[in-house]
Structure formats: structure tokens, C-alpha cells
Nanobody, 119 residues
């Protein structure tokens, strides 16, 4: 089992920045992919960005050019740098990690961290 602990959420004004962190522990040898998903009120959880152990990244069209995912293998931590935040980025952001890149439901989830973009 992989345990994930997220941090870095909060309230930010439109146009501002935040950096989310997610530290993994437990069966970290089994982690191939790490990523971030988000769920806004009344909406389904959606992919934000993923990164593999080889550094291959993927991100949703709506965050390209604004959000950057990165990974520190030595610290077993994945980051999400979020710039030029918009009110529509408001959501609970969840960290995901495990063997599967395409089936997030098969991986482990963090508890979620709230990001609110509002003036």
C-alpha cells in the first residue's frame, strides 16, 4: 500500500500562484505514475496532470501553460506548480500514485487539499 500526504492548498486571488506537494510512503517501489486530479462541487473528478518515474508528463488542456507537474524521486514527492490561477480552478485537489498511468482508480489516493481561487 502507498500512503500519500498532500499539502499546499489554500485561498489565492485570481492570477496568483500555489504549489501543491504530495509525499509518498509505504510501498514506494510500486509507484510508476504519480499525478494530480481535482473535483469541483457538483462535478466529477478530473485529471489535472500526471508524471511517470521516467519523467514523462501529461496534463489537461485547461491547465497547459499554467500548471507544471514535477517529481523528486529522492523524496518520493510530486509537486504541482499552479500559476495564473482562475476561479474555475477552485476544487479539491487529490494526489494519486501507483503502478497504473491510465487507471487512477487502481492506485492510491491522498486525502485531498482545497484550492480556492477568489478575490
Amino acid at each position: 500500500q502507498v500512503q500519500l500526504v498532500e499539502s499546499g492548498g489554500g485561498l489565492v486571488q485570481p492570477g496568483g500562484s500555489l504549489r501543491l506537494s504530495c509525499a509518498a510512503s509505504g510501498s514506494i517501489f510500486s509507484i510508476y505514475a504519480m499525478g494530480w486530479y481535482r473535483q469541483a462541487p457538483g462535478k466529477q473528478r478530473e485529471l489535472v496532470a500526471t508524471i511517470t518515474s521516467t519523467g514523462r508528463t501529461n496534463s489537461a488542456d485547461g491547465v497547459k501553460g499554467r500548471f507544471t507537474i514535477s517529481r523528486d524521486g529522492a523524496k518520493n514527492t510530486v509537486y504541482l506548480q499552479m500559476n495564473s490561477l482562475k476561479p474555475e480552478d477552485t476544487a479539491v485537489y487529490y494526489c494519486n500514485a501507483g503502478m497504473s498511468l491510465t487507471r487512477a482508480g487502481a492506485n492510491s489516493w491522498g486525502q485531498g487539499t482545497q484550492v480556492t481561487v477568489s478575490s
